[in-house]
């Protein structure tokens, strides 16, 4: 992977995944990495302070007799997933008016 | 090594959290392997690397985001190893020496300038004592002679004490001061190793 993952961008694939549906630290950190590379140990902080930031909630279900802890979006949460889209179709935008046109005049 | 192997490993090395989030922790990792499934436990833990590396950085990230807001006093024993916690993290992650190297340099170049200052002020504080002693003894000693030199010299060498004693509260302070200072520079010079563990992007 060439560019950088800056943390707010990690962040708005963790909200933006979630924005789905609730998920599991398992199927979300799945989810991510569809997207884009990580380590599955990355997300952990990534959810506790999301967590600790008001934009997530968890709680428990019990699943084949042990328990699934479910991550899911607060409305906090909610309003800085849409947030994060509008700021990624500004910028995705504007990189690729400038990525194109360089392609434009090869 | 497996699953119980690595989840003793990671419970073990946490030291830095609090019991709540210690079992917090576990409970995530726990529930990662057995949602992976059996048949995956092997190739999670290949991708998970190193307990040891990331009970680091957990440590790292906790002391570095309540540097300011614990309860417990500032105490120069704290600073360091609040220091070494972070400098720990910096070692175990997967950026380029040279940086880490560099990071650390500047942050032991650091704790020598402050250990500078805090020895010439506890010198100070230990002057004072045993000046402020000796004063107190030869005054005593010449108590036959003359009670108003006597006076004199004790007076003298309470102050001196007193100075002493100023310098002491006042290293004491000061080196709690510094390695604050110095553990909260070092997670300036490291903003994304230590709070974004496991940034692959670019490498």
Not at chain 1, 40 to 64: H, I, K, M, N, W
Not at chain 2, 15 to 41: M, T
Request: glycine share 8%.
């Amino acid at each position: 992977m060439t560019f950088q993952l800056g943390a707010s961008l990690l962040d708005a694939c963790v909200l933006a995944a979630l924005a789905q549906g609730d998920a599991y630290g398992y199927v979300l950190t799945q989810k991510v990495k569809a997207a884009i590379e990580i380590s599955e140990s990355t997300l952990y902080p990534v959810l506790r302070r999301l967590q600790a930031d008001g934009c997530l909630a968890t709680y428990d279900q019990p699943f084949q007799g042990r328990n699934r802890r479910y991550y899911n979006l607060t409305p906090l949460g909610s309003a800085r997933a849409a947030q994060f889209n509008a700021e990624w179709e500004i910028f995705k935008t504007r990189i690729d008016a400038l990525l194109r046109e360089d392609e434009a005049h090869e | 090594m497996n699953k119980q192997e690595f989840l003793s490993e990671l419970k073990q090395k946490l030291g830095r959290l609090p019991q709540a989030e210690q079992q917090d922790v576990i409970e995530y990792y726990n529930e990662y392997f057995e949602d992976a499934g059996i048949e995956n436990e092997q190739s999670v833990l290949a991708e998970l690397g190193c307990a040891d590396s990331i009970a680091k950085r957990l440590n790292a990230s906790y002391v570095v985001k309540n540097i300011d807001s614990s309860e417990q006093p500032q105490t120069p024993r704290r600073g360091m190893r609040d220091i070494f916690t972070v400098v720990a993290a910096v070692f175990a992650a997967p950026i380029a020496l040279p940086l880490a190297l560099s990071a650390v340099i500047v942050a032991v170049s650091l704790a020598f300038a402050a250990a500078a200052v805090l020895l010439s002020v506890l010198l100070t504080c230990v002057a004072g004592f045993v000046c402020g002693i000796a004063l107190i003894v030869v005054g005593i000693s010449v108590a036959a002679t003359s009670v108003g030199t006597t006076l004199l010299f004790a007076g003298g060498g309470l102050v001196l004490i007193s100075f002493g004693v100023a310098a002491g509260v006042l290293v004491t302070w000061l080196s709690g001061l510094c390695f604050n200072l110095i553990a909260k520079m070092m997670s300036r010079i490291l903003p994304k190793n230590s709070q974004d563990p496991n940034m692959q992007g670019g490498e």
